[in-house]
């Protein structure tokens, strides 16, 4: 169970050298609150090798989050873009976002900033890499902090202060701004260094799914017709969930709409109890948890009636599957499960890699099902550095041994192995 060579890493999301990357950041530019101060700037990065880019926005009380801050840094420039300025034109930078497959965008944990970046353009950046996802690679760590991800790698304590900020506030403060930068310029200069510990170590091609999966457009686009499947209601009969279907898709349409967080329109646990227990009126929404009164006669109230009265049984070919890892686990099955979740966590260990880069419970469960198709453990550097040593384990040719005082994994007689509970 070797670690894949360093020349055997592909790294889509890496389109450079990787000696190319860093060198010290040189300028930190004044906040640019101007088209031709952004144009300008976007003409000094848009050559680089990788730009760093954090947001910052608002989105307590709206659907659509709201845009107050953007900073980028390469390694030798670095700015804040204000994009609440008056008349400023954001298209330079967003065409580099999105359009420029020459340029790697760096982001941690930036699932939110790339949510930005496709409700403005309807696309998603790429290349992309994130630097939460990549010290998964590199410590057992799932999602690490950007002050403890600058800590660990730059023996920088930061100053949260400005952490919680209101960033919709104008005019911002030096202290908001030098807060901002700070993020996009520790970031550009930490990537490389994870870059290079990635390919000494042959890591980098385990993250090219991930980095693929984060940049996928469909993530972030939302069809209200599907909004249903975010809720969890424990029933699978097709009238229930049909009337779920049309309640979610009327709340996503609503909240858009007016720009409110779908919870702030209906909670989805009320939505699961007018599509299990549908009122016969409108007079009986004032009798529903989690709705007011007022709903027994206001137009909201009429509009959720109209869509439950519309609302058709789910069809079978849109029904979730009654088990979506194979078959059900049994008492049996529940064990094996859980003797791989600890053989997950001794690769981990040994590895110094987070466990959920390597498998996830409901992969585990699968393979204890007896299910060996689709399984992602069970393809590629997954199965080299624990698939199959999981599958030895579920078919018997390899059991724990505790030597020197540390759980192992050794090899054993499968035909000579007796049961537990036909031991003597």
Known sequence: MEAPRPEECTQFFLPVPVNSLYRPIMQVHPLIETSAALAEFVGLIQDSDFIAVDTEFMRENTFWPELCLIQVANSEHAAAIDPMANGIDLKPLLDLMVDNEEVLKVFHAGGQDVEIIFNLTGKTPHPIFDTQIGQMALGQAEQVGYSNLVEAWLGILLDKGARFTDWSRRPLDKRQIDYAIGDVTHLAKIFPMMLKKLVKTGRGHWLDEEMEKLADPANYSVDPEKAWQRIKIPTRKPDVLGRLQALAAWREREARNKNLPRGRIVKDETLGDLAAHPPKDQEGLGRVRGLSATWRSNDIGARLMDALSNAQPLPKDDMPDRAPRGPGLGKEGVLVADLLKLLLKIRARELNVASRLIARSDD??????????????????????????ALDLVEGRMGFAVKNGKLVMSEIDAEAAVPVDEAG
């Open 364 to 389: 585990l469960e699968a393979l204890a099902a007896g299910r060996r198709d689709d399984i992602p453990m069970m393809q590629g550097w997954r199965y080299d550095v624990f698939g199959h040593a």
